[in-house]
């Protein structure tokens, strides 16, 4: 019963957003207000409705109907009740909705927080937003129906959740990636209704910034979690595999990037129009193209969804009117606005001009990294594979000029900078940063990794330059105490997401290095030293889990015959899919990660045990953490917040 | 001029989605051996179950064969050995090239040829034993050579010893009716 209300509620749902991407969108054509004023309830509604899809689903499975073929398929009863509940967005089906449910909700936000836009300008924005919806709506209502019941034969039990899925980082990866992905539609559905208009001014650019900055925000963390899930659960020590799924989560968010840099010229200076709008179009188109990549099965991927060639097709066909339509839109509008400021060679705008151009080289790499093998294929030239090398060296070098300008860039001043008055501060970050990079380098003991210099080296540089940056802006407001109050949120913001890309680099280019890896043989009461560390097996046990029986491993470790932690890691068992899980065993601490996983059980009485030493493994997420925690500072800026009657505000320094 | 770059986002975009089209008509996970239509590769690798004797490529010249990539550490394999001994009374010539997992100095006990011997004529008179003979493959490099990415995988090889048809995966009636016979009648025409 409360199925099929769920399966009405989505019906509704999908009438409202037709509703939506119609109504207001021929009212602004014809100017009737009336039509247009009835975008926000149309919004509004279609997401209770939603909401109330998404609650039937998830009571389906916590109610472990298996009458459903969603839940049959990815719950059991045994499941412990959290997984139940995330399990209605483990599938294809499930996420779909999620998805549908997260569009729905950001549709409804801007609806909400939209009083400030001109009438015509917000019912186009929500009926565009409405256009998308209703695509995905029906999508899922026709193409994937997370509601589809088996009867008259049913199982009496589920298959159960995929057993990788069953983690805490599972729990919040997906929402938090979904809600960046359908974040950037919000961005998109600016770009076109203003594209329609053809005003472009820094007001625009005002309005979509804090929209933008959210969405990134979300995709930021989502990738993080991802990878820390991946990390924790898949046993081998590994954060990133540039698979094509990891990849299209990634590109959105390069694009991204660039577009968050460009709108603050664009805000700032009123230039980069084209490049904001054509950024916006493409962070929200590449996110389309990952999902169609992700569920069409177009490339192999160790986490896409089963594919269907009739799901592949709709998604294809939805992308070309949507995706075609607005850059066609882009041709036929964007060539007529003109850019008014004129700037120098040394400024800040062509910083943040080669920041846009190496961002977008590192999305086309990663672009043409994953897609090579399929325009190969369908060339007629064979099957290749690129992986992970390829990828590693092309961000290798793109980071060395990227890192250095990023250093550089918020010293730089708009419109046209003296080469003079920065030479002097520069040289005593350089010599700065190469101190810090070479003195944790001595620490390490060995001077021989020109990676790990190379990181810390970048680093530094960037780090340094942007907390002395800070300070000099605190500094020119007169005393310190004023300084930090006046000088506004999204500054701090910048700053603390440029360190965290330094934090993010270090952590990188030091695990790379100095990670030590060891498979070993053990038997209980054997010792194995590794990078200095003494871990001592103690006991293998049976374990006895809900849905899940498997080993555990229990370890002590020393250190220079100090005992310094215990480590518990387990090899699951899940009975109903029987697969074989490991959980690692992780201690961690900001200079460095103890990681154990358990093996497979060897001839007498022992096991292989995979122990890995990583040094500022730590840093790549906390990197991660302090670039979404920069953007939430800078959302919390008051220039976004007050009610803008028309006319450009304060002259600004950020 | 100014005004046709502002359409090349566009164009890139219907390019791409070309791809994108014809990718979802083919299963990317399929994959042609690259050993396909060439002489088979050189090798020199002893009989598993009289290792003093050596194959070559020459010898298995003048009726074409299917090469059967196998190990009895494989499920799948010991599944298909009944229907490929149905297939070998019927008059099919099949050759076993047996693969030997790699092993692992740390963890694994040194290959023994008596142990393995003893295991597949074990295995063989379990299931049926659809072999004229087989070739043992200890370093996998003919395995690695032919483009085989697991087992059971199997091969056709016509009477000049050129490799005609490559299959992943098992044989079982519905395969070999629908795509095995017809390639195997085709190709061992005198």
Known sequence: ?654 | MRKVLFYVPLVLFLALALFLLSGLFSDPRERASAALDTALPDFALADLMQPQHIWTPEQLRGEAFLLNVWGTWCPTCNAELGYLTELRSQGVKIVGLYYELPRDPAFDAPFDLAVLQQDVTQKLAQHGNPYQFNILDLQRSLALDLGVSGAPETFIIDANGVVRAHHIGDINPQVWRTKLAPLYQQWSQP
């Open chain 1, 1 to 654: 019963m409360i199925v099929e209300a769920g399966q009405l509620a989505l019906t509704f749902a999908f009438a409202l957003s037709v509703l939506l991407a119609i109504v207001p969108l021929y009212g602004s054509f014809v100017a009737n207000q009336r039509l247009l004023l009835l975008a926000k309830p149309l919004a509004l509604g279609q997401f209770v409705f939603c909401l109330l899809a998404m609650l039937a689903l998830i009571y389906a499975f916590r109610s472990s109907d298996f009458t459903v073929i969603n839940v049959a398929q990815n719950s059991s009863s045994t499941l412990p009740w959290y997984y139940q509940i995330t399990a209605s967005f483990g599938s294809h089906e499930g996420s779909m909705l999620l998805w549908v449910l997260m569009l729905a909700g950001w549709t409804a936000l801007v609806a909400q927080y939209s009083k400030a836009l001109p009438l015509l300008l917000q019912g186009r924005i929500l009926a565009i937003l409405g256009i998308i919806l209703a695509g995905f709506i029906a999508f899922s209502l026709f193409m994937s129906n997370p509601f589809e019941r088996s009867l008259p034969f049913y199982p009496v039990e589920g298959r159960d959740l995929n057993p990788l899925l069953q983690d805490f980082g599972m729990i919040l990866h997906p929402p938090t990636l979904y809600m960046g992905y359908v974040g950037f539609a919000v961005a998109f559905a600016f770009a076109i209704a203003a594209l329609m208009s053809g005003r472009f001014d820094s007001i625009w650019a005002r309005w979509v910034r804090p929209w933008a900055l959210a969405a990134w925000l979300f995709l930021t963390l989502g990738i993080m979690l991802g990878s820390w899930w991946a990390y924790n659960e898949l046993g081998w020590g590994g954060w990133w595999f540039w698979d094509p799924v990891e990849n299209a989560s990634f590109m959105p968010w390069l694009a991204g990037t660039a577009l968050i840099h460009s709108l603050a010229v664009t805000e700032k200076r009123g230039t980069f129009k084209s490049w904001t709008v054509l950024l916006a179009l493409a962070a929200f188109a590449l996110s389309l193209v990952g999902a169609f990549l992700v569920r069409s099965g177009v490339l192999v991927s160790v986490h896409s969804f089963a594919t269907d060639p009739g799901r592949g097709m709709y998604l294809l066909v939805f992308l070309l009117l949507v995706v075609g339509g607005s850059l066609l839109l882009y041709g036929r509008r964007m060539h007529s606005v003109r850019s008014q400021a004129r700037y120098q060679l040394f400024s800040r705008e062509m910083l943040l001009w080669g920041n846009n151009i190496f961002l977008l080289t590192a999305c086309l790499i990663v672009f043409l990294g994953t897609l090579f093998p399929l325009f190969h294929k369908e060339l007629g030239l064979g099957s290749i594979s690129i992986g992970e090398p390829f990828f590693n060296q092309m961000f290798y070098y793109l980071t060395i000029p990227f890192a250095l300008m990023l250093g550089l860039a918020p010293w730089v001043r708009w419109k046209q900078q003296q080469l003079a008055p920065l030479i002097k501060p520069f040289s005593l970050l350089a010599l700065a940063a190469l101190t810090l990079a070479l003195g944790v380098m001595a620490s390490m003991q060995t001077v021989q990794a020109n990676l790990a210099l190379m990181g810390l080296l970048l680093g530094a540089w960037v780090g340094i330059s942007a907390l002395a940056e800070v300070t000099l802006r605190i500094r020119q407001f007169g005393s310190v105490g004023k300084g930090i109050t006046k000088l506004n949120a999204s500054h701090y913001g910048m700053t603390l997401a440029h360190i965290g890309f330094a934090v993010l680099v270090v952590g990188v280019a030091m695990t790379k290095t100095y990670t030590v890896e060891r498979d070993v043989r053990m038997q209980a009461g054997d010792t194995a030293h590794v990078a200095g560390y003494d871990f001592t097996l103690v006991e293998v046990y049976e374990l006895n889990g809900a849905n899940f029986g498997g080993q555990a491993a229990e370890l002590d470790v020393r250190k220079d015959g100090r005992y310094l932690t215990h480590l518990h890691a387990e090899k699951r068992f899940y009975r109903i899919q029987r697969t074989i899980m490991t959980e690692s065993a992780v201690h961690a601490r900001l200079s460095r990660d103890l990681y154990v996983s358990l093996g497979e059980e060897l001839p007498g009485n022992a096991w292989a045990m995979r122990i890995q030493v990583k040094p500022f493994v730590r840093w790549i997420w906390l990197g991660g953490l302090l670039m979404s925690f920069g953007a939430l500072l800078a959302l919390a800026d008051k220039r976004y917040r007050r009610k803008t009657s028309g006319q450009p505000t304060e002259p600004a320094n950020a």
